[in-house]
């Protein structure tokens, strides 16, 4: 299972990140200056912030597949993860999936 492989690569992570001190990703002054037509063309619907490995995303996915949501998490190496598996679901699931994404960033700083 895939899941179980990738899972193990990231077992070594912190929990946080300081963004003033780490500042490893450009951070916006503004929604507007956000281009969210990379993750979706339409308006996102839900925000799961700092949403880790858990999977609330994957699971609201088939829930509500007409909705956009999108992912937050300040960890780089949890943002990579949660990307691989969703690239991974919609592969071995055709036209699922296509409702979520995540992001890298510092979820306080969205709130302008």
Do not use: W
């Amino acid at each position: 299972m895939i899941e179980k492989e990738t899972t193990s690569t990231f077992n070594k992570l912190t929990a946080h990140s300081n963004p003033l001190s780490d500042s490893h990703f450009p951070v916006p002054l503004s929604r507007s200056q956000f281009d969210y037509s990379l993750h979706y063309p339409p308006l996102i619907q839900f925000a799961d912030i700092g949403c880790g490995f858990r999977g609330l995303l994957v699971a609201l996915s088939t829930v509500f597949p007409d909705k956009l949501m999108i992912g937050m998490e300040i960890r780089d190496k949890v943002t990579e993860y949660v990307k691989e598996r969703i690239s991974t679901l919609r592969t071995t699931n055709p036209h699922q999936y296509q409702n979520i994404s995540i992001v890298s960033t510092e979820s306080a700083s969205t709130n302008t």
